[in-house]
């Protein structure tokens, strides 16, 4: 149980253009969900947190108005680059947390598979 | 600050033990977790420790907690090719009425035959 599937994996878009990104929790339903940005030899970056039903809490630096989150449902988060630029190419990632699916009294993190964004 | 800290590459042998470790700034963190990531794969959570534990054995792979120097570190018996990945350590830290996990770089292992 507890898959995270991301589509799609992989995008090219050309600058300008705005690509949407979705994120579904398969099995179980996520209350919260991440997007995080990886860039080569670094970290994940937690880019924003929503919370279904809500709206999305952004980390500082992150434009709010340019990477559009939306968390329609328990399965279902989207993440719209918009405007794209060659900036923006980057490895994207969701994650979706659900109650320990072992019973345990904890969160756990379970996390997409990724999309590759290169925005020519 | 709010760094945890990890080394870029590790590379061993095929067949020996891997070590890789991570610090931490704070005490106060509940959970600590250790992600695989794969080449072009997302993260897999490999395992986690709870604060008031010093060990945690799961068939090959070994986590020991010091937390009074804040050191992670996770022990990975009889390397195999299908090790090699990017591990990530990370913190769970109380965020406002949530958390959030803070991340380390990553440790890229690297296999010899």
């Known amino acids: 149980g507890a898959v995270v599937s991301q589509h799609p994996s992989r995008v090219i878009c050309k600058s300008g253009t705005s690509v949407k990104i979705e994120c579904r929790s398969l099995?179980?339903?996520?209350?919260?969900m991440f997007w995080y940005r990886q860039f080569p030899k670094q970290s994940l970056m937690l880019m924003a947190t929503?919370?279904?039903?809500?709206?999305?809490?952004?980390e500082q630096g992150v434009e709010k108005d340019k990477f559009l989150i939306n968390h329609a449902s328990l399965t279902l988060s989207t993440l719209t680059v918009t405007s794209a630029h060659p900036e923006d190419s980057s490895f994207y990632i969701c994650?979706?947390?659900?109650?320990?699916?072992?019973?345990?009294?904890?969160?756990?993190?379970?996390f997409g598979p990724g999309t590759r964004l290169t925005v020519t | 600050g709010e760094d945890v800290e990890q080394s870029l590459f590790l590379s061993v042998r095929e067949g020996d033990s891997s070590v890789i470790n991570c610090t931490y700034t704070d005490s106060s963190s509940t959970y600590l977790y250790w992600y695989k990531q794969e080449p072009g794969a997302g993260l897999q959570l490999l395992t986690y420790i709870f604060s008031n534990m010093d060990m945690k054995q799961d068939q090959r792979l070994t986590v020991l907690l010091n937390k009074k120097d804040k050191h992670l570190s996770l022990r990975i018996a009889d390397t195999q090719t299908g090790d090699s990945a990017i591990y990530f350590c990370?913190?769970?830290?109380?965020?406002?009425?949530?958390?959030?996990?803070?991340w380390g770089a990553g440790t890229k292992l690297i296999i010899k035959p």
């Open positions: 929503s919370n279904e039903g809500s709206k999305a809490t952004y």
């Open positions: 099995d179980f339903q996520a209350t919260t």
């Open positions: 990370a913190e769970k830290r109380a965020r406002d009425s949530n958390y959030q996990l803070i």
């Open positions: 994650s979706a947390r659900s109650r320990s699916l072992r019973g345990w009294d904890t969160y756990e993190q379970y």
